[in-house]
C-alpha cells in the first residue's frame, strides 16, 4: 500500500463532499476550538471563585488536570482537522482539482455507468462500486464542467489501493 495513495484517500473524502464539509466544518469549527480552550474545562469557574474565597486545601495540584489536559488536545486536533476539511472543501468548491489531478495520473481505468449522481464500476479484483460524483464537487477530471448522460459507459481512474477514490475521465469515452 502506496503511503502518497493513502492520503490521497484521506483528502478525496472532503474534496468530493465539498459542500457538506463547508457547512459540517464551517459550524464546528468554532465550538470545537472553544472546547479546547483551557477555561472550558469542567469546574473551572468553581474552582477560581473556591481559590478567590480561600475555601480549597492546600494540594499543590487539583486532580482532574492530565485528563481534561488530554481532552483540549484531542479537541483542539480535531479543530485543526475540521480547518483543514474546510479548506479542501472550498477549493473543491471552487473547482481546484485538490486530489483529483493525483488519482488521473495513478489510477487505474476501467469502463463505468453513470446512474444521476451514482457512478458504478468493477475493479480489477472483480469488486463492484457504486459511488456518488457529487453536482456541487463532481469526480471529473480535466474537464470538470464535461457532461455524462446517464446509463452510457464512461471511463473511470480509480486508485488500485482505494477504489473509493476515483475520477470520471473526461477525455476519453468508451467506443
Given at each position: ?46 474552582r477560581s471563585i473556591r481559590e478567590r474565597e480561600g475555601l480549597l486545601s492546600g494540594e499543590g495540584r487539583p486532580r482532574g488536570q492530565v485528563g481534561s489536559a488530554v481532552v483540549r488536545i484531542v479537541f483542539r486536533i480535531l479543530a485543526f482537522a475540521m480547518l483543514g476539511s474546510l479548506v479542501i ?87
Amino acid at each position: 500500500m502506496n503511503a502518497l495513495d493513502t492520503l490521497m484517500w484521506l483528502v478525496n473524502f472532503p474534496a468530493a463532499h465539498g459542500y457538506a464539509m463547508v457547512f459540517i466544518a464551517g459550524f464546528s469549527i468554532l465550538g470545537l476550538f472553544a472546547a479546547s480552550a483551557k477555561t472550558a474545562a469542567p469546574g473551572g469557574a468553581l474552582r477560581s471563585i473556591r481559590e478567590r474565597e480561600g475555601l480549597l486545601s492546600g494540594e499543590g495540584r487539583p486532580r482532574g488536570q492530565v485528563g481534561s489536559a488530554v481532552v483540549r488536545i484531542v479537541f483542539r486536533i480535531l479543530a485543526f482537522a475540521m480547518l483543514g476539511s474546510l479548506v479542501i472543501g472550498i477549493l473543491s468548491l471552487t473547482g481546484v482539482p485538490v486530489t483529483r489531478a493525483y488519482i488521473y495520473d495513478n489510477g487505474r481505468p476501467t469502463t463505468a455507468t453513470v446512474d444521476g449522481d451514482w457512478v458504478t464500476f468493477t475493479t480489477a479484483e472483480g469488486v463492484e462500486y457504486t459511488l456518488e460524483s457529487n453536482f456541487f464537487t463532481p469526480a471529473v477530471y480535466p474537464d470538470r464542467d464535461a457532461y455524462f448522460p446517464g446509463g452510457e459507459p464512461v471511463v473511470v481512474r480509480y486508485l488500485p489501493s482505494h477504489p473509493q477514490a476515483f475520477v470520471i475521465d473526461s477525455e476519453q469515452t468508451p467506443r
